[in-house]
């Protein structure tokens, strides 16, 4: 099959990628001039240069495809330099969207969030309006709403070793964050992280299956953790005991108001928000159903943290 990527530069893009090429796909992905250095690891990619928002570069991209992967996104948004969850998630994903329909592509996979929704935060509510326009476009599409991605990264950091550089290594006991004044709930919210490999597969083992058109998936590891085990999980990857104390989140969401427009401040008031919600999921048998063997999120596996 010819597949499109957008968002192919990035931790989960590269995965995407060397999965496609795995499974014997032709493989187009559209870059950013200056970009295309990052993929020089990467044989056998059809590489395109230009702006998602010029058709030109679109068309040089998606002409003879019959599948498109929208992963463009980002975690974080500094709006004074024109990076916001608007531009990216929405209305990058809505011009594409129209653009396959014009060249009625079969197939359109989509990567979302869990726990997207319209009345959320930034980062949500604009992955769900994406969702929602790809609903009503016509096309034949798959959306994936993975939670927590852990991973080796390549050229950038994923959640784990962000983790590890911005509160693990430090020499301060690491904030088991609780809402309000419950210290009781300190630490409890849970996630369910998921190998960026194995999302990379579900990406790839959705293509042009029938069975698959028209759903979305939520996706998450084979179990689910709460914040404090998830700390010691990672602290015993790194060979080290951590202490942990509870932490309320309101200081530092002041804090926050004031800091999180600048890159060095470690968190914004959203990924608080979103931390505090949690992001399990209940996945039944999708591995089995697609055929995955899901990588554990355990010591072994997070072995790449060690690296630095």
Same mark, same amino acid.
């Given at each position: 099959?010819?597949?499109a990527?957008f968002?192919?530069?990035g931790?989960v893009?590269?995965?995407i990628l060397?999965?496609?090429l795995n499974?014997k796909?032709e493989?187009?992905t559209?870059v $950013?001039?200056?970009?295309?250095?990052k993929? +020089?690891?990467?044989d056998?990619?059809?590489i395109s240069t230009?702006?998602?928002?010029n058709?030109?570069s679109?068309d040089?991209t998606?002409?003879n495809c019959?599948t498109v992967?929208?992963n463009?996104?980002?975690? $974080?948004?500094?709006?004074?330099k024109?990076i916001t969850?608007?531009?990216?998630?929405?209305q990058? =994903?809505?011009k594409?969207?129209?653009?396959a329909v014009?060249?009625?592509?079969k197939h359109? @996979?989509?990567?979302?969030a869990? *726990?997207v929704?319209?009345? *959320?935060?930034?980062?949500?509510?604009?992955?769900? +309006?994406a969702?929602?326009?790809?609903?009503?476009?016509?096309?034949?599409?798959?959306i994936? $709403?993975p939670?927590?991605?852990f991973?080796?990264? !390549?050229?950038?950091?994923?959640?784990?070793?962000?983790?590890?550089?911005t509160?693990?290594?430090?020499?301060?006991p =690491?904030?088991l964050f609780?809402?309000g004044?419950?210290?009781?709930? =300190?630490? /409890?919210?849970? #996630?369910s992280?998921i190998?960026v490999?194995?999302? &990379?597969? %579900?990406f790839?083992?959705?293509?042009?299956?029938?069975?698959h058109?028209n #759903?979305t998936?939520n996706?998450?590891?084979?179990q689910s953790y709460?914040?404090?085990?998830i700390i010691?999980i990672?602290?015993? =990857?790194l060979?080290?005991r /951590?202490?942990?104390?509870p &932490?309320p989140?309101?200081p530092i969401k002041?804090? &926050?108001?004031?800091?999180?427009r600048f890159?060095? %401040?470690p968190i !914004?008031r959203?990924?608080?928000?979103?931390?505090?919600?949690?992001?399990?999921c209940?996945?039944?048998n999708?591995f089995?159903d %697609?055929? @995955?063997?899901p990588?554990? %999120?355990n /010591?072994?596996?997070l072995s790449?943290? $060690?690296n630095?």
């Amino acid at each position: 099959m010819k597949v499109a990527v957008f968002g192919s530069t990035g931790f989960v893009g590269k995965y995407i990628l060397k999965s496609l090429l795995n499974h014997k796909h032709e493989v187009h992905t559209l870059v $950013r001039n200056g970009s295309e250095n990052k993929l +020089k690891d990467i044989d056998n990619i059809n590489i395109s240069t230009g702006d998602v928002t010029n058709n030109t570069s679109l068309d040089q991209t998606m002409m003879n495809c019959s599948t498109v992967i929208y992963n463009i996104g980002i975690i $974080r948004q500094f709006p004074s330099k024109g990076i916001t969850y608007e531009k990216l998630h929405y209305q990058y =994903a809505k011009k594409i969207i129209d653009r396959a329909v014009y060249y009625k592509i079969k197939h359109f @996979i989509l990567m979302s969030a869990n *726990g997207v929704k319209l009345d *959320g935060t930034g980062y949500q509510s604009t992955k769900f +309006k994406a969702e929602e326009y790809l609903k009503k476009s016509g096309l034949n599409y798959t959306i994936f $709403r993975p939670s927590l991605i852990f991973g080796k990264p !390549t050229n950038d950091q994923e959640f784990c070793s962000q983790l590890r550089d911005t509160m693990l290594k430090l020499p301060i006991p =690491a904030p088991l964050f609780f809402p309000g004044m419950n210290i009781f709930e =300190a630490g /409890k919210f849970k #996630m369910s992280p998921i190998h960026v490999e194995n999302v &990379a597969d %579900f990406f790839v083992k959705c293509i042009q299956n029938e069975k698959h058109f028209n #759903m979305t998936y939520n996706l998450g590891g084979s179990q689910s953790y709460n914040w404090k085990k998830i700390i010691h999980i990672i602290s015993s =990857a790194l060979n080290k005991r /951590k202490l942990m104390i509870p &932490a309320p989140v309101l200081p530092i969401k002041i804090v &926050a108001f004031f800091l999180d427009r600048f890159k060095l %401040f470690p968190i !914004t008031r959203d990924q608080l928000t979103m931390l505090l919600e949690g992001n399990s999921c209940d996945i039944g048998n999708l591995f089995l159903d %697609f055929d @995955i063997t899901p990588i554990e %999120f355990n /010591k072994k596996n997070l072995s790449y943290l $060690r690296n630095k």
